[in-house]
């Protein structure tokens, strides 16, 4: 999918559930999305227990290997507030980068699934010099860029991560994130990511997970490089920015 435009749509954007492989999402504007913006990759079925690892026998069942790239969007889950502007499930070795992801009700980014430490299809994930900012609009316990789940050899790096307010009116206006990984995250590092503050959160993490160089002391190079790249700076002006 290159230069496409999704809009005014009740549910997903675009759902890739499965089975895909070096798949590419590229130059496309989403906007007025009712539910997710852009979502990759299975998540569980309604028989199986979410905490438990999901290894399928056929791994042709998940999305691997797929990206997503220099796309905005905006303006999503206004419908379902707790939907994100980009949802990754299982998916392995799929690159998230360079992306603009602003105005939505909940989390900006967010990658896995399953609530484990144990051993399950996800890895390789590469999530890279996204621009994520003016999330969580109307809920809370959410991130600019939120990671669940082992993981191995997945990076978080070069990031930009600012403006998340959430309602007043949620329970607990406080809790939210720039970069927050939960239940069973291991095996990520983290680093070189840019926000205006040391505000993180590390919910039941397993093992491995590396830290690196996050927050306001990141270089203005890195912070100016997160987004889209020149050539589709012009989605900007489409949407009136």
Known sequence: FRNCTFEHLAAAGLDIQSGTSN????????????????QV??????????????????????????????????????EDWGGVGIAAGYVRGIRIEHKEVSDCSYTGISVGWGWTKMTNAMRD?????????HVGTRMNDLAGIYLLSSQPDTVVSENSV??????????????????????????????????????FLKN??????????????????????????????????????
Not at 217 to 236: D, K, M, Y
Request: proline letters at 7%; aromatic letters at 10%.
């Open 23 to 38: 798949s590419v999402v590229e130059g496309c504007w989403f906007h007025d999305i009712g539910g997710n913006g852009i």
């Open 41 to 78: 990759g299975k998540f569980s079925d309604t028989n199986v227990e979410t905490h438990m690892p999901y290894n399928p026998t056929d791994e042709r069942e998940l999305c691997a290997n797929d990206r997503v790239a220099n796309n905005l969007v905006t303006d999503c889950a206004n």
């Open 125 to 133: 994930n590469f999530i890279h010099a996204n621009h994520v900012h």
């Open 162 to 199: 600012s403006d998340i307010t959430p309602s007043p009116y949620v329970p607990d206006p406080n809790h939210w994130f720039y970069l927050y990984l939960d239940e069973g995250s291991s095996f990520i590092t983290v680093k070189d990511n840019w926000c205006p503050a040391e505000k």
């Open 204 to 241: 039941a993490n397993g093992p491995g997970n590396v830290w690196q160089n996050n927050g306001p002391q990141v270089s203005e190079t890195i912070r100016a490089a997160a987004g889209l790249e020149p050539t589709f700076q012009s989605l900007l002006k489409r949407a009136g920015g």
